[in-house]
C-alpha cells in the first residue's frame, strides 16, 4: 500500500515531485508533450523526460486559443503561463495534431521555459521512407537536446537507457497483465496513477519501485474492489483517475485500453543490437498508432478488437476530449468495426478536464448494465 | 418574366467583372467532363486543395477537390443539412465541415451538383492540416481504393534538411503510385511542360491578386474568392493560363478606367482565413456599406504564396519544398510576417480576421497574429467568429454589430 501511496502522491502533484526532484538532484527538467516524445534520449542526457497535463484551469489560454481548443491544450498553456512550470529547462513538441500544433508556435511566442524543440516526426508511419526520416528527425533530435542541455550524449547513455525504458515498459506490462488476470488486485485508479506517475519520474526510481511494487502483488492480498464487468477504455489522453473510479462504482472493472496515458505508452520493446536510432524509431513506428498517425485503414480497429478479445472485456467505453479532431474522426469506424463483431460501446466525450461526474456515472450504469455478466 | 423585370443598374453593370462568365463554363465544363469520366475511361483522383495536381495532368487523371466541392455546396447553403446528417453518422459537429459534408454527401450522392464522381485513388497532402489524412482515410474505407499520402513536414521555424530529403523521395513514391494504378509510364517530358504551365498559372494568379494594390482596388477579396477555384483545380493546365491572362486584362483595364469594386472606396482591409461561403454576398455589401473594399486576403494567394522555392526548371526536384512551406504548414509568428507584408503592400487600413471553428491551423494561432499586426502596425483589428460551410453557427446579429462598431473605430481613426 506504501507503494501505492507514492505513485498517487506524485500523479496528483507532478509539478511539486518535479520541483523538488530539481532541487535535491540538480537534474535538468524537459517538459514534453504526447507519447511519441523519444523519451529515451532525453533521459540519456541526464534529464527528466517530464510529461505536462494542464492541472484544469485556463482561464489564462484565453487570450491564445479560441473556445473551440481542447482541455489538454488550453490548460497546460494556462499553467505555463502562470509561471506553473516555470521549474521547466526546456519543452519538447513532437508534431501530432493541429492543435498541438498551433500550441507549439503559440509558446515559442509566448512561454519562457528553456529551450524549445519541435520533433517534426512523420505522420505516415507505415512506409520505408517515412521509417528513414523518423530515424533522421530521431538524430537531429538527439542534437537538440544535446545543445539544449549542453551534453555530450554517448553510444553507451543511450544504450543504458534505452535498456532502462525497456525495463520499465515490460514491468509496467506485467503489472497490467497481472491485473488483467485478477482485477481485484489493483484497483483502476491505483494502475492509472502508477501509469502516470511513471511519466514523470525520476526513472532510476521509477524501476525499483515498480519491480518492487510488481513483486508485492504475487500473493498479496486483494487492493481493488471485488471485480466488476470488465471493460476496455478506447480514446484520448486521459489525466482523470476519477474516470475509473466512476467506472469502479457503477460495477465495471477496467482491463484495457489503448491510451497514450495508458498501455500504448509502455508497448513495445526497443531492440538494442544494431543501430539505436534505428532502433528507437522502430519501436515508435511499429507500436500501436495514435489516430493523429497514419498506419494502415483498419489497424486501431483491429488492435481495439484484439485487446477487448485477449481481456475478455463484455464492451467499450470511448472516452475523449471535445474538440479533439484525430480521435472524433476515428471514432464512427470504431464503432461500427466493434458492432459488426458483437461487442458494445457507449462513447462519452469530456467538456472540461473534470466530466460532469452525474452524467458520467448515470451512463455508466446504464451502459453496464447492458452488459453481459 | 417580363412586366416586372427591372431594368438592370447601369452602375452594377459596369463594376461587373466580364470573364465571370467565361469562368461559369470552364467550371461547368471540367465538372462534366469529372461527372462523365466513367463513359470516356478517364480516372479520378480525389485530391486535397493543398496537394500537387501537376502529376495527376500529366497521367491524363481528372482531378477532383472535396474541398472546392465543400465551397460549392457552402455557396449554396447546403452546409448545415449535410453537416446535420454527418453528426447522424457519427462524426462530432466539431469537426471540419467541408470534411463533414463531403463525408455525408458521399452514400446519397448530395449537394448541388449531385455528389462528385467516384474517385479511382485518393491524394492526400497533409500541408494544409491534419484533418484530411482523417477525412481520406474514411474515404479510402468507404470507396475501398488506393491511398497516397504524401506527408509534408511542418516548418515551425524553418523546412529541415532531413524533411526535404523525405519529400522529395515521396514525390518519386507518388509518381510510382500513380503508374501503378494506371498502369502506364510518367512522361517525364510533359511533366516539365506542365510544371512551367503550373509555375505561368500560379504567377498570373499573383499578378491578378496584385491589381489590387491599386487604389481604389479593381476587385476585392470576394472575387477572388471565386476567381480562386481555377487554380485550385486545374492548376498546370494552358486553360488556368489563358484565362488568367484574361482576367488579368481586364482588371488593367478596369484600373486604367478608374472601375473599382466597391463605389466608394476609403477604407481598405484585409481577410485573414477562409471565406464564409454561405454569407460572402451579405459580407460583401454589409462592407461596402461602409464604403470598405477587402482588397486582398491570406487564402485566395496561398496558391502562389511558396512560388519562391520552386523552381520552374526543375519543377519535380523543387516542388517538395514549394509544397511543404505553404502558408498553412508554417509558424505563428512567419504567418504574422506574411501578414504584414500583405498590409504593407495593399495598404490596408484594417484586419478583419475570421475565427473559423472548422479550421485549427489557420485559427488557433490567430489571436497572436492580431496582436503582434495591432502592435507592430498599429491598425484596427476585427475578429469574427462563425465557420466556413456549416451556417448554423453563424449569428448574423451578432457579427452585424461587430463589423458595425470596427467601421466605427476605422471611421473615427
Ligand atoms: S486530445 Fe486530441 S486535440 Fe487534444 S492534444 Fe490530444 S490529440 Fe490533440
Ligand atoms: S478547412 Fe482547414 S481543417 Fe478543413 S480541410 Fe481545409 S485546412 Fe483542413
Redesign the pocket.
Known amino acids: 500500500m506504501n507503494k501505492l501511496s507514492l505513485f498517487h502522491e506524485i500523479a496528483e502533484n507532478p509539478y511539486d515531485y518535479a520541483k523538488k526532484v530539481k532541487k535535491e538532484s540538480g537534474k535538468k527538467i524537459v517538459g514534453y508533450f504526447c507519447s511519441y516524445t523519444p523519451e529515451e534520449i532525453i533521459d540519456a542526457a541526464g534529464a527528466l523526460p517530464f510529461r505536462i497535463f494542464g492541472r484544469g484551469g485556463d482561464s489564462l489560454a484565453d487570450a491564445h486559443l479560441q473556445a473551440y481548443s481542447?482541455s489538454?491544450?488550453r490548460g497546460a498553456l494556462h499553467d505555463a503561463l502562470s509561471g506553473d512550470l516555470d521549474f521547466l529547462d526546456g519543452v519538447v513538441f513532437p508534431h501530432?495534431?493541429d492543435?498541438?500544433q498551433r500550441l507549439s508556435d503559440i509558446w515559442r511566442i509566448n512561454v519562457k521555459t528553456g529551450f524549445h524543440i519541435d520533433a517534426v516526426l512523420p505522420v505516415k508511419l507505415d512506409t520505408k521512407s517515412s521509417g528513414e526520416y523518423m530515424a533522421d528527425v530521431l538524430r537531429k533530435f538527439l542534437r537538440d537536446i544535446e545543445n539544449g542541455l549542453g551534453v555530450v550524449i554517448s553510444e553507451d547513455d543511450l544504450k543504458s537507457s534505452v535498456m532502462k525504458y525497456n525495463r520499465i515498459r515490460s514491468c509496467l506490462w506485467k503489472i497490467y497483465r497481472t491485473r488483467r488476470e485478477n482485477p481485484a488486485l489493483i484497483g483502476s485508479g491505483d494502475l492509472h496513477a502508477i501509469v502516470r506517475a511513471s511519466m514523470v519520474m525520476d526513472r532510476d526510481h521509477l524501476l525499483e519501485e515498480l519491480t518492487a511494487f510488481d513483486g508485492s502483488l504475487h500473493g498479496g492480498k486483494a487492493a481493488g474492489k471485488p471485480a466488476g464487468k470488465r471493460v476496455m477504455l478506447a480514446g484520448?489522453?486521459c489525466s482523470l483517475p476519477d474516470i475509473f473510479s466512476i467506472i469502479e462504482d457503477s460495477g465495471g472493472t477496467v482491463v484495457g485500453d489503448d491510451f497514450c496515458t495508458g498501455s500504448r505508452y509502455f508497448e513495445g520493446e526497443i531492440g538494442i543490437n544494431g543501430d539505436i536510432m534505428e532502433s528507437i524509431a522502430k519501436r515508435y513506428r511499429e507500436r500501436i498508432n495514435c489516430p493523429?498517425k497514419h498506419s494502415g485503414l483498419l489497424t486501431r480497429g483491429e488492435y481495439i478488437i484484439k485487446i477487448v478479445r485477449e481481456s475478455g472485456a463484455k464492451g467499450v467505453i470511448f472516452l475523449?476530449?471535445k474538440?479533439?479532431?484525430?480521435?472524433s474522426f476515428d471514432y464512427p469506424y470504431l464503432k461500427a468495426m466493434l458492432n459488426r463483431e458483437g461487442i458494445p460501446s457507449m462513447l462519452f466525450e469530456m467538456e472540461e478536464q473534470l466530466p460532469s461526474e452525474g452524467q458520467f456515472k448515470t451512463r455508466c450504469e446504464a451502459f453496464l448494465e447492458m452488459l453481459q455478466a | 418574366m417580363t412586366g416586372n423585370s427591372q431594368a438592370p443598374d447601369p452602375e452594377k453593370e459596369k463594376r461587373k467583372i466580364k470573364s465571370v462568365k467565361k469562368m461559369k463554363e470552364i467550371m461547368t465544363n471540367y465538372y462534366m467532363e469529372a461527372k462523365t469520366a466513367e463513359q470516356t475511361g478517364k480516372k479520378v483522383a480525389w485530391i486535397t486543395s493543398g496537394g500537387p495536381v501537376e502529376p495527376l495532368i500529366v497521367m491524363d487523371i481528372i482531378p477532383v477537390y472535396p474541398e472546392n466541392h465543400g465551397a460549392m455546396i457552402g455557396a449554396s447553403k447546403m452546409g448545415g443539412a449535410l453537416c446535420e446528417k454527418s453528426e447522424e453518422m457519427g462524426y462530432s459537429r466539431d469537426l471540419c465541415s467541408y470534411a463533414r459534408a463531403d463525408i455525408a454527401c458521399a452514400p446519397v450522392n448530395g449537394g448541388p451538383i449531385g455528389g462528385l464522381p467516384r474517385p479511382d485513388m485518393l491524394v492526400c497532402c497533409n500541408n494544409i492540416c491534419g484533418t484530411v489524412l482523417k477525412w481520406y482515410e474514411v474515404q479510402a474505407r468507404y470507396f475501398n481504393v488506393p491511398l497516397f499520402i504524401l506527408d509534408t513536414p511542418f516548418s515551425h521555424t524553418g523546412f529541415s534538411d532531413e524533411a526535404r530529403k523525405y519529400v522529395r523521395k515521396q514525390v518519386d513514391e507518388y509518381i510510382d503510385f500513380l503508374e501503378m494504378v494506371c498502369g502506364k509510364k510518367c512522361d517525364y517530358d510533359r511533366m516539365a511542360e506542365v510544371g512551367k504551365l503550373s509555375v505561368q498559372g500560379q504567377r498570373l494568379w499573383q499578378a491578378v491578386l496584385d491589381t489590387a494594390a491599386h487604389k481604389p482596388a479593381p476587385m476585392s477579396a470576394f472575387d477572388a474568392f471565386f476567381h480562386l477555384a481555377l487554380i485550385v483545380t486545374l492548376r498546370g493546365t494552358s486553360v488556368v493560363v489563358d484565362y488568367y491572362t484574361e482576367l488579368l486584362a481586364e482588371m488593367k483595364e478596369r484600373t486604367a478606367s478608374g472601375i473599382s469594386a466597391v463605389p466608394n472606396e476609403k477604407y481598405r482591409l484585409l481577410w485573414d482565413n477562409l471565406p464564409i461561403w454561405y454569407r460572402t454576398k451579405w459580407l460583401s455589401e454589409k462592407f461596402a456599406a461602409h464604403d470598405a473594399c477587402l482588397v486582398a486576403d491570406t487564402y485566395t494567394s496561398a496558391w502562389c504564396g511558396s512560388l519562391k522555392y520552386i523552381n520552374e526548371n526543375d519543377f519535380l526536384g523543387t516542388m517538395a519544398e514549394g509544397y511543404s512551406r505553404i502558408y498553412l504548414n508554417i509558424g505563428v509568428d512567419e504567418m504574422a510576417e506574411t501578414v504584414m507584408e500583405m498590409i504593407d503592400k495593399y495598404d490596408a487600413d484594417g484586419l478583419v480576421m475570421h475565427s473559423n471553428r472548422s479550421c485549427k491551423p489557420y485559427s488557433l494561432g490567430q489571436y497572436d497574429i492580431q496582436r503582434i499586426v495591432q502592435e507592430k502596425r498599429k491598425i484596427p483589428t476585427l475578429m469574427i467568429e462563425a465557420d466556413m460551410v456549416d451556417e448554423r453557427s453563424f449569428a448574423e446579429s451578432q457579427i452585424e454589430t461587430r463589423i458595425d462598431a470596427f467601421m466605427e473605430v476605422l471611421k473615427a481613426g
Open positions: 481542447c489538454l491544450v501530432t495534431c492543435s498541438i484520448g489522453v493523429a475523449f476530449l474538440f479533439c479532431d484525430p480521435h
